[in-house]
Nanobody, 116 residues
């Protein structure tokens, strides 16, 4: 079982920056993928940024050039650096881990609010 705990959300004005973190614990093993998703009110949860099993990164078009995903394997922690935030980035941000063969784990989410 994997436990994921996000932190670092908050409120910021448009153009500002935030970094959210995801600390993982438990039996991680070899991961298929790990990444960040977000869900705005009334919207479906969507991919923001992810690491694939090969270590490549992928970003939603809406955040390319503004957000950066990283991880510290020694700390079992993943980060999402968010720059030049826009009101449209307001959402609950979730981290997700995909394990072989098909187990998916989610964190509880952290709220990010961007005001105009």
């Amino acid at each position: 079982q994997v436990q994921l705990v996000e932190s670092g959300g908050g409120s910021v004005q448009a153009g500002g920056s935030l970094t959210v973190s995801c600390a993982a614990s438990g039996s991680l093993g070899v991961l298929k993928a790990m990444g960040w998703y977000r869900q705005a009110p009334g919207q479906q949860r969507e991919l923001v940024a992810t690491f694939t099993s090969g270590g490549a990164t992928d970003y939603a078009d809406s955040v390319k050039g503004r957000f950066s995903i990283s991880r510290d394997n020694n700390k079992n922690t993943m980060y999402l650096q968010m720059n030049n935030l826009e009101p449209e980035d307001t959402a609950v941000y979730y981290c997700r881990v995909d394990q072989y063969p098909s187990r998916i784990s989610w964190g509880q989410g952290t709220q990010v609010t961007v005001s105009a």
